[in-house]
C-alpha cells in the first residue's frame, strides 16, 4: 500500500532546501569559527543531501520505459510510411 501525501517534486524541492540550510547553519550560527570540525560535517551532509535530490529520479523506473516503448513505435510507424512514400514513388 502506497501512501502519497506530497508530489515527488516537492519532496525533492524540500530535499534541496533542507540541504542547502543545513550547509550554511555553522555560517549563520558562529560555528564556524570553532574550527573545522564543527561546520565541515554539516557542509558535507548537506552537500549530499542536495546531490541525492538533484540525482534522484522522480518518475517510477515503469513510466519510462513506457515513454520509450511509445518512441520506438512511433520511429516504426515513421519509418513504415517513409518506405510506403518511397515505394509509391518508384
Same mark, same amino acid.
Given at each position: 500500500?502506497?501512501?502519497?501525501?506530497?508530489?515527488?517534486?516537492?519532496?525533492? =524541492?524540500?530535499?534541496?532546501?533542507?540541504?542547502?540550510?543545513?550547509?550554511?547553519?555553522?555560517?549563520?550560527?558562529?560555528?564556524?569559527?570553532?574550527?573545522?570540525?564543527?561546520?565541515?560535517?554539516?557542509? =558535507?551532509?548537506?552537500?549530499?543531501?542536495?546531490?541525492?535530490?538533484?540525482?534522484?529520479?522522480?518518475?517510477?523506473?515503469?513510466?519510462?520505459?513506457?515513454?520509450?516503448?511509445?518512441?520506438?513505435?512511433?520511429?516504426?510507424?515513421?519509418?513504415?510510411?517513409?518506405?510506403?512514400?518511397? =515505394?509509391?514513388?518508384?
Amino acid at each position: 500500500m502506497e501512501l502519497q501525501f506530497i508530489p515527488t517534486r516537492v519532496h525533492f =524541492a524540500l530535499d534541496v532546501a533542507g540541504g542547502v540550510a543545513l550547509a550554511i547553519v555553522p555560517q549563520l550560527t558562529g560555528a564556524r569559527k570553532h574550527g573545522k570540525r564543527y561546520w565541515v560535517p554539516y557542509l =558535507a551532509i548537506g552537500a549530499l543531501e542536495v546531490g541525492l535530490a538533484v540525482l534522484t529520479k522522480s518518475e517510477p523506473q515503469s513510466a519510462s520505459t513506457t515513454r520509450v516503448a511509445k518512441l520506438v513505435k512511433t520511429a516504426q510507424r515513421a519509418k513504415d510510411t517513409a518506405a510506403k512514400g518511397v =515505394a509509391k514513388v518508384r
